[in-house]
């Protein structure tokens, strides 16, 4: 494992961070711009890279998408004439680098096939993110996936020495390989979570203490709160939701047994899912062949302050992945105090502890799933209470800005206390409803 050398902070270099994302902005990168968002609130400068434009069902929906889109620079497709400016520029201005940076590109043991075929062709794209780091003077380089961008960030290490660090967001088989060599070349990785963190000091013995990091991705819990006006239990249909891509992983098909048994127990219920992605057909069609097409909405994928809208109306949250590296919506739905049912599926159980904020199921068991969702339609005092409970737990452990907030202190050394004070007040509120229940 080729080591990454050791850089130690320095206050008085301005920080200025190039982030390289993944057909940026997708409709899941909102936790990514909310991170953004924060390290230019702590005085970082940031600028955004990606390898290439979503695609029309991808991208985000968001209202900081076209904001996002117009100040990223995309790497691909390039001209022959950028391709040639760009590499020929890199050779006459690194030529040792050029070397190093095509040995790695040709000897990297990457899964799919010879690295010559899959990893060389990303040498053009690096050469034009290493112009744009070097012209804009960025001093380092962030990777929000362990694929392909985190190759490039390598690429551009060799060719300029500016250092790169990377997010590790869900399981290290899942990156395409050379995970050895993403990790040990890296100044530091980012795991979301404490048992991918556990994966990689069990996988990769060889690193530095200092080159892993816990860092979880979390909620703006001053955006996502309870609304004031909540719509009382009126004793109508348990309003369910769900947010989600439309994708086999994620379970629906599962929710919607669930849902065929509670119907099948005369409970009375509708589920609002929000989302899109290649399963919606097959869950539409399932969904009119278990006879619940008429409690059963399919919104498509919606911005973020629809959802939020959706979200003060609901009672209940379901997460039915078969495995989720975290579970942000989850995150989403605590922090609007609406209760969450969620599967005990990789790093869900970190977020929600059962029973106290919320009710954790195995994985692909509708009847259990079933069961939960009775529980809360048949115990509303249980429901306010869980929900209260989860939002106190985002706040005060998953607001976006405590994250950030570790990355910014990682690369700088300092921590940024003006935009963590802002979260005094949010701690106060969430606090409120445990002291007006024992008072």
Excluded at 16 to 28: K, L, S
Excluded at 45 to 52: D, K
Aim: overall charge negative; some cysteine; hydrophobic content about 45%.
């Amino acid at each position: 494992m080729p080591p990454s050398p050791e850089v130690s902070p320095r206050p008085s270099t301005p920080l200025r961070v190039g982030y390289v994302i993944p057909e940026f902005p997708g409709q899941t990168h909102v936790w990514m711009w909310r991170e953004i968002v924060h390290l230019r609130e702590a005085g970082a400068e940031v600028h955004l890279f990606s390898t290439r434009r979503p695609t029309e069902r991808d991208r985000a929906r968001h209202g900081f998408a076209d904001a996002a889109r117009a100040e990223t620079t995309y790497l691909w497709p390039m001209s022959a004439g950028q391709i040639l400016g760009d590499v020929t520029r890199a050779k006459l201005r690194h030529p040792l680098g050029w070397l190093k940076a095509v040995r790695l590109a040709a000897t990297l043991p990457v899964d799919g096939g010879p690295a010559v075929k899959t990893v060389l062709p990303l040498l053009l794209p690096a050469c034009r993110l290493a112009r744009e780091v070097q012209r804009r003077g960025i001093t380092h380089l962030h990777s929000h996936t362990c694929a392909n961008s985190a190759v490039l960030c390598m690429l551009v290490r060799e060719l300029t020495c500016v250092p790169y660090s990377m997010t590790l967001n869900a399981n290290v088989e899942w990156w395409g390989g050379a995970m050895a060599e993403k990790f040990g070349r890296a100044q530091f990785t980012v795991a979301i979570t404490a048992w991918l963190e556990r994966q990689v000091r069990e996988q990769f013995p060889l690193l530095r203490d200092d080159q892993l990091i816990l860092g979880r991705i979390g909620v703006d819990t001053l955006k996502w709160h309870p609304p004031v006006d909540r719509p009382a239990d009126d004793g109508g249909p348990l309003r369910i939701i769900s947010v989600g891509r439309l994708h086999p992983s994620k379970g629906y098909d599962v929710l919607l047994d669930a849902l065929r048994r509670l119907d099948g127990r005369g409970v009375a219920f509708d589920l609002t899912l929000i989302g899109d992605g290649p399963q919606r057909g097959e869950l539409e069609a399932k969904a009119d062949t278990l006879g619940l097409a008429d409690r059963v909405t399919f919104t498509g994928s919606l911005g973020e302050d629809a959802i939020i809208e959706h979200m003060q109306h609901a009672d209940v949250f379901v997460l039915s992945s078969h495995a989720e590296p975290l579970g942000v919506v989850t995150m989403e739905a605590m922090a609007m105090e609406v209760a969450a049912v969620a599967t005990d599926a990789g790093g869900v159980g970190e977020i929600v502890t059962d029973g106290v904020d919320g009710l954790l199921v195995p994985p692909e068991d509708a009847a259990a799933m079933a069961s939960a969702l009775q529980k809360l339609t048949e115990d509303s005092a249980l429901r306010r209470r869980l929900a209260a409970a989860g939002r106190r737990t985002i706040v005060e452990r998953f607001d976006s800005r405590r994250g950030a907030a570790t990355l910014f202190e990682k690369l700088t050394g300092r921590r940024p206390d003006a935009m963590l004070s802002v979260l005094d007040e949010a701690e106060a509120g969430a606090s409120a409803p445990a002291e007006r229940e024992v008072a």
